[in-house]
């Protein structure tokens, strides 16, 4: 693509994830050359053996783009989140993660010692016998050794630093990586701010057949053989499609799978589940105030999970309500 | 909890019966607490939850939906969409541990001044039960998290020295 041309800078960094986003950046093949024909690769931990240190030399916006996936849990990630800010020119939300959370704010739902407790105490696969928890400073004979702080609220990019573009999708499919590297290199990039990506939902992509929407009762994928061919929410199954952008090529409905909502919201949503809930219960077939309750009981026992899956660090309540010492909300005394 | 706690209520009333009644109410000059201020919707279908949302996590307290009996709604049967998705907003606030009784959902017709009057002191006497929400402040970090980065940078700061 460039003949001669100076190279552009590129940097990859993750945070609070799984490691997917990474492997999808591979997803684009070969096209990956291309990529390293245009960026020279400044810096990519999980790819590169490159250093915190030499990003830190760096001068303010000499990365050209930076694409950052995951969210911001502890203090290490939030360090790093203002440097790769600090030192690029365009900051890209990369993957559900950054974006709104994804699998990792769900940890929103439960406080931080909760959490501690789960991982490092309780796991049935764990053998930690005297109790070792992580702390974020030990004193040792030759100083203080210090790991990151871990927080209680996991933050997604923007809540944390400004973000250029975000790019949806758990991870990102390796198609609509390449057109938004295409759109950077031809800078045709859309208005900052703004989701990469198409503005239809899940639904515009879903080959099964759409009729009136009518729900008596909820079914768990486990709980009924859908019709290949009719949609799946008509069939008493919760699929997200009809909230989600589209971008995946509706993948799981085709092998009879509901859409998660992986995707994330499409343009002008504030609040992802709150779209989808409110879709999905004016469809509820009853008129009776106490049957509505029990369809909805009965049928999606998980509220939170089924409809923040992917969103709930950056829905507008952000996480379940922290018991505080003081029987509510704790005191914040970091004015940030 | 201190006696003197007003709770902040955000109401959304339909134009064709509730809003009326709040009117009405008022020209009647019936008397009930000032805590809600009304937003005029065209009809309780209208009701985003995202908007029950927003208005907690900004500072609400409480929340109150009013809208026209059902069978009388002004668009033949949103207010039963209403209804509903009142059903599944409350099974999502438990969910992430807010009292679901700080949303509450009447039916009010414009001839129910007296009603809404009555509704409104009901509710407002019941978030106040509940206390205070101070939704923000469930998500701002305690005075650690900016030791924790100085402590990086200065550490960093260290260890570009050595090389």
């Known amino acids: 693509m460039s003949e001669g041309k100076a190279k552009g800078k590129l940097a990859l960094y993750w945070a609070a994830s799984c490691g997917g986003c990474e492997i999808a950046v591979l997803g684009i093949d070969t096209k990956i050359l291309d990529v390293a024909e245009n960026f020279d690769i400044v810096f990519w931990p999980c790819a590169t053996d490159g250093k915190v240190r030499d990003v830190e030399k760096m001068a303010d916006g000499e990365i050209d783009v930076c694409l950052f996936n995951g969210g911001i849990r502890t203090s290490e990630q939030e360090y790093m989140a203002r440097l790769m800010r600090q030192k690029s020119k365009v900051l890209v939300a990369f993957g559900s993660c950054a974006h709104e959370g994804c699998i990792p704010g769900l940890s929103n739902l439960d406080s931080k010692e909760s959490c501690f407790k789960t991982v490092y105490h309780d796991s049935p696969s764990l053998d930690n016998p005297q109790g070792t928890v992580p702390r974020t400073v030990t004193e040792v004979p030759e100083g203080k050794l210090h790991l990151p702080l871990y927080y209680d609220t996991l933050k997604t990019l923007d809540q944390t630093v400004p973000v250029d573009y975000y790019l949806p999708g758990c991870p990102p499919e390796a198609d609509r990586i390449w057109d938004a590297i295409v759109a950077i290199l031809e800078q045709k990039l859309p208005e900052p701010g703004s989701i990469i990506g198409s503005d239809t939902t899940v639904c515009d992509d879903c080959p099964r057949t759409r009729e009136e929407k009518k729900i008596k009762k909820f079914y768990r994928t486990w709980q009924i053989k859908p019709d290949p061919d009719k949609c799946l929410l008509e069939q008493g199954i919760l699929c997200c499609g009809i909230a989600t952008r589209a971008g995946c090529g509706a993948l799981c409905p085709q092998v009879n799978s509901p859409c998660i909502g992986c995707y994330g919201p499409n343009n002008g949503v504030e609040d992802y589940g709150a779209r989808l809930f409110s879709a999905v219960a004016s469809v509820i077939d009853s008129q009776d105030p106490k049957e509505i309750d029990a369809i909805i009981k009965d049928g999606i026992p998980d509220p939170a999970g089924s409809f923040y899956r992917f969103s709930l660090a950056h829905s507008l309540l952000r996480r379940s309500k922290l018991k505080g010492k003081d029987g509510g909300a704790k005191v914040a005394a970091d004015a940030s | ?163």
């Open chain 2, 1 to 163: 909890m201190s006696d003197n706690f007003e709770p902040k209520i955000v109401g959304f009333m339909c134009n064709w019966c509730s809003y009326r009644a709040a009117d009405l109410a008022g020209s009647a000059r019936i008397k009930y607490p000032p805590n809600v201020r009304i937003i005029r919707v065209m009809c309780s279908g209208r009701m985003d939850p995202a908007f029950v949302l927003k208005a907690l996590s900004l500072g609400a307290d409480g929340v109150m939906l009013a809208g026209c009996h059902p069978g009388e709604c002004h668009y033949i049967d949103q207010n039963y969409k209403a209804m509903r998705r009142y059903y599944m907003l409350k099974h999502m606030l438990r969910a992430v541990g807010v009292e679901e009784d700080r949303v509450r959902l009447v039916w009010r017709s414009a001839a129910e001044g007296e009603q809404l009057a009555q509704a409104v002191t009901e509710f407002v006497a019941d978030v106040k039960k509940l206390g205070p929400l101070e939704w923000p402040d469930n998500w701002e970090e305690n005075g650690q998290r900016l030791k924790a980065l100085e402590d990086i940078v200065k550490e960093h700061q260290e260890a570009m020295e050595v090389n």
